[in-house]
C-alpha cells in the first residue's frame, strides 16, 4: 500500500516536472521571439532616432549680420530653413468654423490668407494671423470638398475646387469680401482630390480624378478643359489621388494613384509616345512586383523641381531625383508615421525643401530632415485620430494643418526649448505593428476602405445639409467639359454666394 502511493506521487510529481518544463520552454521561445522582434524594430527604427550634430543656424550671430548689412537678403530663407526653429515649433491657435472633417488648405501667394474647405460642403477663407474668418460661402458641390486653391497673379480673386463629386468648380470673389459665384468647369466620372497649380498662370491649372482623366484647364477659353491624358498602365487604368506642376519646367506634371508608379508627363510629348504618353516613372525597387497593393496617396515637387515626394498607403514616404532616367530607385526613405485610413498628404517644409512633413494615422505630425531621414519634430496633431493636410506658410516659419478634426491647427517656433520627441519610439513602434498586422490580416484594400468609411461616418453622424440656395438659379453660365460625366446627378451648376 504505501509503496504504491509513494510511486503514484513520484510518478505525478515527474509529469508535473515535464508540463513545468515544457511551460519554461515554451516561454523561453516567446521571450526569444519578442527579443528578436525588438531588436528587429530597434534596427528599422534607428537611423531615423539617432542623435544629429548641432544646427547649423544660430539665431544671435544670424541676427547681428543682418544688422550690420552683411547677407540680409539670405536671413529670411535660412530662418525658415532652420532645423533649431523647426525643432520649436508649437501650436498657436485653431480656426474653428467647419462643421465637417477640414480636407484642404492653402495659402495665398503673399500668405496673408488661408483657404480652407470641408466635408460640410463649404469653403472658408480667413485672415489667419488674426485668426478670424474673412469670408465663407458654399461651394457648389454636392460631395466633400478635397481642394480649394488660389489661382496665382489673380488678386486672390479666383479659387479653384475639386471634390468627391467629381467637379471642378470656380469661385470668383470680390474685393469686398463676398464670393460672386461658382461655375462647374469639369467633370471627372470619379471623385477628385487633387489640382495642380501652374506656378505663374492665373488662369491654367489640372485636375485629376479617380477616373484615372488628367484634366488641362484654362479659364480664357468657352470650354475650358481638355482632357490632356488618360493615365494607364497596360490596357488598366489608373485611378489618380495626386498631381503636381514641375514648378521649374511647368510643361512637365506628375501623378500617382492606385497603383505603385510615379508617373512624369510632358504636356508636349504626351502624343509623341508609345508608353501611354508617359516620360519616365518611378518606384521603390522593392515595391515593382505586379501584386503589390500599395498605391500612391499624395506627391510633390521639391521648390526647384529636382525632387519628388512621394506617399505610398501603408508604407513610407520616398524621395527621388526627378532628373534620373526612366525606372530609377528611390534617394531617401521617411518611415515612422502610419498612412493607412485616409488618402494622405506629404509636403516639404523650408524654402528650399530642407525638410519632409507628414500626417499619421496616429495623429501625430512628423518632420524629418530631408538628407538623414531623421526625424526632427514629433507634434500631436488631430484628436480625432488623422492628419491630413500640411501647409506650410509661404514666407514665414510655420504652417497650418488640418485633418477629421473639424479645426484647423497654426504652429509657429515658439517653444521654449527643442522639442525632446518624448513617446516618438513607442508611438513608431506601434505604427510598424498595426502596419505589419494588417498587411498579414487584409491583404487587399477592401478593410482600408471599409475602415477609412466608417471612420467619415463616425465623425460625421449628423450629415451636413446640402444647402440648396440657388438650386433653381440659371445655369446658362455653367460650363461642363467634353466629357461630362453622364451619370452626374442633377444639381446647380452655378451657385450664387452670399458673404459670411
Given at each position: 500500500g504505501p509503496s504504491g502511493q509513494t510511486q503514484t506521487r513520484y510518478t505525478d510529481s515527474m509529469d508535473g516536472s515535464d508540463e513545468d518544463d515544457e511551460d519554461e520552454d515554451e516561454e523561453e521561445e516567446d521571450q526569444k521571439d519578442d527579443q528578436d522582434d525588438d531588436e528587429a524594430m530597434e534596427a528599422w527604427l534607428g537611423a531615423e532616432l539617432r542623435e544629429m550634430r548641432g544646427p547649423v543656424w544660430r539665431a544671435v550671430p544670424s541676427l547681428?549680420?543682418?544688422?550690420?548689412?552683411?547677407?540680409?537678403?539670405?536671413?529670411?530663407?535660412?530662418?525658415?530653413?532652420?532645423?533649431?526653429?523647426?525643432?520649436r515649433l508649437a501650436c498657436q491657435g485653431r480656426l474653428e468654423r467647419h462643421k465637417g472633417c477640414v480636407n484642404t488648405l492653402h495659402f495665398n501667394p503673399s500668405g496673408t490668407r488661408l483657404a480652407s474647405g470641408s466635408d460640410d460642403l463649404r469653403v472658408v477663407i480667413w485672415n489667419w494671423a488674426i485668426q478670424t474668418a474673412e469670408l465663407e460661402f458654399d461651394s457648389g458641390h454636392k460631395s466633400n470638398v478635397f481642394q480649394a486653391k488660389f489661382l496665382p497673379h489673380s488678386g486672390d480673386s479666383t479659387l479653384a475646387m475639386c471634390a468627391r463629386d467629381g467637379q471642378i468648380r470656380v469661385a470668383e470673389l470680390s474685393a469686398t469680401q463676398r464670393c460672386k459665384n461658382t461655375k462647374r468647369v469639369a467633370q471627372h466620372k470619379g471623385a477628385a482630390h487633387k489640382l495642380a497649380l501652374e506656378p505663374d498662370s492665373p488662369c491654367s491649372f489640372l485636375s485629376a480624378g479617380e477616373d484615372a482623366v488628367v484634366f488641362g484647364i484654362d479659364l480664357r477659353l468657352d470650354r475650358p478643359a481638355n482632357k490632356l491624358v488618360v493615365v494607364k498602365e497596360g490596357d488598366k487604368k489608373v485611378g489618380l489621388y495626386t498631381i503636381f506642376v514641375n514648378p521649374a519646367q511647368t510643361q512637365q506634371f506628375a501623378v500617382g494613384g492606385r497603383d505603385q508608379y510615379v508617373r512624369i508627363y510632358d504636356q508636349r510629348k504626351i502624343n509623341e509616345n508609345d508608353n501611354n504618353g508617359?516620360?519616365?516613372?518611378?518606384?521603390?525597387?522593392?515595391?515593382?512586383?505586379?501584386?503589390?497593393?500599395?498605391?500612391?496617396t499624395c506627391l510633390v515637387y521639391s521648390h526647384d523641381g529636382t525632387e519628388l515626394l512621394a506617399s505610398y498607403n501603408d508604407e513610407d514616404i520616398y524621395?527621388?531625383?526627378?532628373?534620373?532616367?526612366?525606372?530609377?530607385?528611390?534617394?531617401?526613405?521617411?518611415?515612422?508615421?502610419?498612412?493607412?485610413?485616409?488618402?494622405?498628404?506629404?509636403?516639404?517644409?523650408?524654402?528650399?525643401?530642407?525638410?519632409?512633413?507628414?500626417?499619421?494615422?496616429?495623429?501625430h505630425i512628423y518632420l524629418w530632415d530631408k538628407y538623414s531621414a531623421r526625424i526632427v519634430q514629433f507634434m500631436e496633431g488631430d484628436k480625432g485620430g488623422v492628419v491630413n493636410c500640411l501647409e506650410p506658410h509661404p514666407h514665414l516659419p510655420?504652417?497650418?494643418?488640418?485633418?477629421?478634426?473639424?479645426?484647423?491647427?497654426?504652429?509657429?517656433?515658439?517653444?521654449?526649448?527643442?522639442?525632446?520627441?518624448?513617446?516618438?519610439?513607442?508611438?513608431?513602434?506601434?505604427?510598424?505593428?498595426?502596419?505589419?498586422?494588417?498587411?498579414?490580416?487584409?491583404?487587399?484594400?477592401?478593410?482600408?476602405?471599409?475602415?477609412?468609411f466608417l471612420m467619415r461616418h463616425m465623425r460625421n453622424r449628423r450629415r451636413p445639409r446640402a444647402r440648396r440656395e440657388g438650386a433653381d438659379a440659371d445655369t446658362d453660365e455653367s460650363w461642363s467639359s467634353p466629357d461630362s460625366s453622364d451619370e452626374d446627378e442633377g444639381g446647380p451648376d452655378h451657385v450664387q454666394c452670399m458673404s459670411s
Amino acid at each position: 500500500g504505501p509503496s504504491g502511493q509513494t510511486q503514484t506521487r513520484y510518478t505525478d510529481s515527474m509529469d508535473g516536472s515535464d508540463e513545468d518544463d515544457e511551460d519554461e520552454d515554451e516561454e523561453e521561445e516567446d521571450q526569444k521571439d519578442d527579443q528578436d522582434d525588438d531588436e528587429a524594430m530597434e534596427a528599422w527604427l534607428g537611423a531615423e532616432l539617432r542623435e544629429m550634430r548641432g544646427p547649423v543656424w544660430r539665431a544671435v550671430p544670424s541676427l547681428l549680420s543682418r544688422e550690420i548689412g552683411r547677407e540680409s537678403h539670405q536671413f529670411v530663407r535660412r530662418v525658415c530653413g532652420a532645423r533649431g526653429l523647426v525643432q520649436r515649433l508649437a501650436c498657436q491657435g485653431r480656426l474653428e468654423r467647419h462643421k465637417g472633417c477640414v480636407n484642404t488648405l492653402h495659402f495665398n501667394p503673399s500668405g496673408t490668407r488661408l483657404a480652407s474647405g470641408s466635408d460640410d460642403l463649404r469653403v472658408v477663407i480667413w485672415n489667419w494671423a488674426i485668426q478670424t474668418a474673412e469670408l465663407e460661402f458654399d461651394s457648389g458641390h454636392k460631395s466633400n470638398v478635397f481642394q480649394a486653391k488660389f489661382l496665382p497673379h489673380s488678386g486672390d480673386s479666383t479659387l479653384a475646387m475639386c471634390a468627391r463629386d467629381g467637379q471642378i468648380r470656380v469661385a470668383e470673389l470680390s474685393a469686398t469680401q463676398r464670393c460672386k459665384n461658382t461655375k462647374r468647369v469639369a467633370q471627372h466620372k470619379g471623385a477628385a482630390h487633387k489640382l495642380a497649380l501652374e506656378p505663374d498662370s492665373p488662369c491654367s491649372f489640372l485636375s485629376a480624378g479617380e477616373d484615372a482623366v488628367v484634366f488641362g484647364i484654362d479659364l480664357r477659353l468657352d470650354r475650358p478643359a481638355n482632357k490632356l491624358v488618360v493615365v494607364k498602365e497596360g490596357d488598366k487604368k489608373v485611378g489618380l489621388y495626386t498631381i503636381f506642376v514641375n514648378p521649374a519646367q511647368t510643361q512637365q506634371f506628375a501623378v500617382g494613384g492606385r497603383d505603385q508608379y510615379v508617373r512624369i508627363y510632358d504636356q508636349r510629348k504626351i502624343n509623341e509616345n508609345d508608353n501611354n504618353g508617359v516620360l519616365k516613372k518611378f518606384c521603390p525597387s522593392h515595391l515593382v512586383p505586379s501584386e503589390s497593393k500599395t498605391n500612391i496617396t499624395c506627391l510633390v515637387y521639391s521648390h526647384d523641381g529636382t525632387e519628388l515626394l512621394a506617399s505610398y498607403n501603408d508604407e513610407d514616404i520616398y524621395l527621388f531625383d526627378s532628373n534620373h532616367s526612366d525606372g530609377a530607385d528611390y534617394l531617401m526613405r521617411y518611415k515612422g508615421h502610419r498612412n493607412n485610413a485616409t488618402v494622405k498628404g506629404v509636403n516639404f517644409y523650408g524654402p528650399c525643401s530642407e525638410f519632409v512633413v507628414s500626417g499619421s494615422d496616429c495623429g501625430h505630425i512628423y518632420l524629418w530632415d530631408k538628407y538623414s531621414a531623421r526625424i526632427v519634430q514629433f507634434m500631436e496633431g488631430d484628436k480625432g485620430g488623422v492628419v491630413n493636410c500640411l501647409e506650410p506658410h509661404p514666407h514665414l516659419p510655420g504652417m497650418a494643418t488640418s485633418g477629421l478634426d473639424h479645426d484647423i491647427k497654426l504652429w509657429a517656433p515658439t517653444a521654449e526649448n527643442p522639442a525632446s520627441l518624448k513617446g516618438l519610439k513607442e508611438v513608431m513602434k506601434k505604427n510598424k505593428r498595426e502596419r505589419d498586422e494588417d498587411s498579414v490580416r487584409h491583404g487587399d484594400q477592401y478593410d482600408t476602405q471599409l475602415l477609412w468609411f466608417l471612420m467619415r461616418h463616425m465623425r460625421n453622424r449628423r450629415r451636413p445639409r446640402a444647402r440648396r440656395e440657388g438650386a433653381d438659379a440659371d445655369t446658362d453660365e455653367s460650363w461642363s467639359s467634353p466629357d461630362s460625366s453622364d451619370e452626374d446627378e442633377g444639381g446647380p451648376d452655378h451657385v450664387q454666394c452670399m458673404s459670411s
